[in-house]
DNA sequence: TATTGTTATACTCTATAACTATA
DNA sequence: TATAGTTATAGAGTATAACAATA
């Protein structure tokens, strides 16, 4: 399901085609973390963090985890210096999670990074090629979020 | 740098379509393998033992582990009943790994229930647009792997 | 009673270092 | 000496279940 055996060199199926460009991104994405000495969760809470500051449920949602798994990952960020929590001013039961200046700091230099790799990727088509593969996946995602609810910005990752 | 803040919701920028992408096609891969209970990493260990009997060295190589990784990893597969050992012939200190019947019929099951999600995914898109995004698709893996070294086929995933 | 968050526990995955047995 | 593989150990990440504090 993730190799490619025996199939035309330049003519990849289009779902062998979609698994293998997903391994390609992922990748470039866990090479930049890595370079940042974060794990793929870390930055998950780190790029869900750059614009919400949410309460642990409710990163817990925006994730896919469990809270107590959640709670874990703050943990570990925040010995880090990367996040840190607030109590809730309207419920005492609550904590807020946002990030602190150099979680702020790190996820936009990975952010920039893993940037200039796609762009470098995309780079290795021709201009108009470009375009075209831009334009569809934009409206394959578009019509991907239509099918699910309306889902759409934000957290496609989680 | 996985978040999708104040974008027009129609026109993601290249960037951030490619990692959004790149997540919805690793969540249909999860799924599948949550299906048939094996994790990521267990999917990519089958995967590559679908045309392959190496040894622990050439595995660890394959999936980019540690030696040792390698070791749990089979270890924990072999305990399932899905990959089996076998000494090699020629060196003493070698072993082969291989899948077992079980291992080579759960991860079809997982592949063609992945293709079939990747297809109805692609089926979102007109007929025009879907050859178009493939066709697109099979030149930028074709020139990232030219431009890489020649690992063409195989192990992208690794 | 229901909800928020943490703790206790267990398992998978990964790496480093040390070890065994070959080569 | 060098290589193939395992074991020992440690840490991240995840989940389930039980719990405390608050609603």
């Known amino acids: 399901m ?6 035309a060199p330049g003519r990849l199926n289009p779902v ?9 991104i992922q990748g470039l994405l866990e090479r930049q973390a890595a370079a940042h000495d974060l794990t793929m969760a870390q930055v998950r809470l780190l790029g869900v963090l750059r614009d919400r500051t949410p309460t642990m449920f409710e990163l817990s949602r925006l994730l896919g985890l ?6 874990g990952l703050v943990d570990r960020a925040e010995r880090r210096g990367l996040v840190q929590r607030a109590p809730s001013a309207t419920d005492r039961r609550s904590v807020q999670v946002s990030l602190t200046l150099e979680g ?3 996820v936009s230099a990975a952010a920039a990074r893993f940037g200039a790799d796609a762009t470098d990727l995309l780079g290795l ?6 375009e075209s593969l831009s334009g569809l996946i934009s409206r394959l995602l578009a019509a991907h979020a239509a099918s699910q609810g309306i ?3 934000g957290t496609t990752e989680g």
Do not use: I, M
């Not at 993730?2 to 199939?7: G, I, K, M």
């Not at 062998?16 to 390609?24: E, K, P, R, Y």
């Not at 088509?125 to 470009?130: I, K, Q, W």
């Open 2 to 7: 993730t190799s490619t055996p025996a199939d």
């Open 16 to 24: 062998d085609g979609l698994a293998q460009l997903s391994f390609v």
């Open 66 to 71: 469990d809270k107590s798994s959640a709670t």
């Open 104 to 106: 702020r700091a790190l």
């Open 125 to 130: 088509l021709p201009p108009g090629d470009r």
């Open 151 to 153: 889902e759409l910005l």
